[in-house]
């Protein structure tokens, strides 16, 4: 497909990190990208998520993206210029699977040699002592682990807006409060909304957990999934912790911040109520949450927890994102069921969009994502994938 001119229009459907990204990348190259967003600009997954920007355990198609994805976040500055800070961002703490028994450790085991097998080398496993060195506070009954070293986190409201800002300064435009109704396409793109129609060369959905309905409206069936990750926030606590944590025999991701609160989260689910653009948590299966904190810090047995917030995000059948062309509608482009762990891919996400739109290809392996395989049969899922 040849690429878009210097000076085409581009409209971004989702004002989130991946919507926001792809038009910082897009003006970058010459286009003028509007974004509009039916909500505000990152009310949904973008703003509310763990944080994590990780590369361990990622689907083995994911990770060419992650691991260039990460390059990117150690250089936010030459794409977010003075908004990089914003993000708070801090790398190289680790991110750490942990095991508390053999059982846990084995599939950890089988990653590595799989990983290996695969010309990768960025996961490790550490034993105890190691594990203890880096999380002294973990229960002594912890085993080992998996390790990805380069990882850590940011913050993922602060990050959202650090995006943005660099989005304005760069003279795209956002269009909030607006909700698409209906795509035609003739000459161009007429886009429909609750404010008026707007007009584009370029089409991108980038809408997350709705992004199969912009889908729809030209005719293309995709996924319908969609889910409610919970998280919770204690008080400020002493300093106990330097990586980020996960679970491998249990449902868990736990940092704590450089303010001292805790971050847990972990795929706990809330209620999500697409219709109502909100997401309710549920209070029974935080406390689940909450017991597995006290069992693997101890620690956290006197922490207070002083907020919970569910956000509502897109799931595929195979827990890998949908990023392609639209396989029913001319220059329209999917970026979006990210399942839970897209974060750490925006910044390399919005690059490859861009120059798929602008130069017709990929700088990195991307069919694992085309939206076309729903329709080739039944999906082979990879159990050992996180």
Not at 99 to 124: F, I
Not at 300 to 316: F, K, N, P, Q
Request: charged content about 20%.
């Amino acid at each position: 497909m040849s690429g878009m001119r210097a000076g085409s229009d581009a409209i971004v459907i989702g004002g989130g990190l991946h919507g926001t990204c792809t038009a910082i990348h897009l003006a970058l190259k010459g286009l003028r990208p509007l974004v509009i967003e039916k909500n505000t600009v990152g009310r949904h997954a973008s703003s509310v998520n763990a944080g994590g920007v990780r590369q361990l355990r990622r689907h083995p198609a994911e990770i060419p993206l992650s691991v260039a994805a990460m390059d990117r976040w150690f250089k936010l500055g030459e794409l977010l210029g003075t908004y990089a800070p914003m993000c708070e961002f801090v790398g190289n703490v680790g991110q750490i699977a942990v095991a508390e028994t053999g059982d846990d450790m084995r599939p950890l085991q089988a990653r590595v040699a799989e990983l290996h097998r695969l010309g990768w080398t960025h996961e490790e496993l550490i034993d105890r002592s190691e594990l203890r060195r880096l999380a002294p506070a973990l229960s002594e009954h912890c085993i080992g682990g998996l390790i990805c070293r380069r990882d850590g986190f940011a913050t993922p409201y602060l990050t959202m807006q650090a995006f943005r800002l660099r989005a304005v300064e760069l003279g795209v435009r956002f269009q909030e409060q607006t909700r698409v109704v209906a795509l035609e396409h003739g000459a161009r793109w007429n886009v429909k909304t609750s404010n008026g129609t707007f007009e584009s060369d370029v089409l991108v959905n980038c809408g997350g957990a709705w992004g199969w309905q912009a889908a729809e409206m030209v005719g293309e069936i995709l996924p319908r999934g969609y889910f409610a990750p919970s998280m919770m926030v204690t008080t400020r606590m002493p300093h106990f912790l330097d990586p980020v944590v996960i679970g491998t025999g249990r449902k868990l991701s736990f940092k704590q911040t450089d303010t001292g609160t805790v971050v847990i989260g972990g795929g706990i689910m809330g209620i999500p109520h697409l219709d109502q653009d909100i997401a309710d948590t549920v209070a029974e299966r935080l406390r689940v949450s909450a017991q597995s904190c006290a069992i693997l810090f101890p620690i956290m047995r006197r922490a207070i927890i002083v907020r919970t917030w569910a956000g509502l995000e897109a799931r595929m059948p195979d827990e890998i994102p949908v990023i392609g062309p639209s396989q029913t509608a001319p220059n329209m482009w999917h970026a979006f069921g990210f399942s839970g762990h897209g974060f750490q891919l925006s910044p390399i996400v919005g690059s490859l969009l861009a120059d798929l739109i602008v130069e017709g290809k990929s700088p990195l392996p991307i069919e694992a994502f085309r939206p076309g395989r729903f329709n080739e049969g039944p999906l082979r899922i990879d159990p050992t994938a996180a």
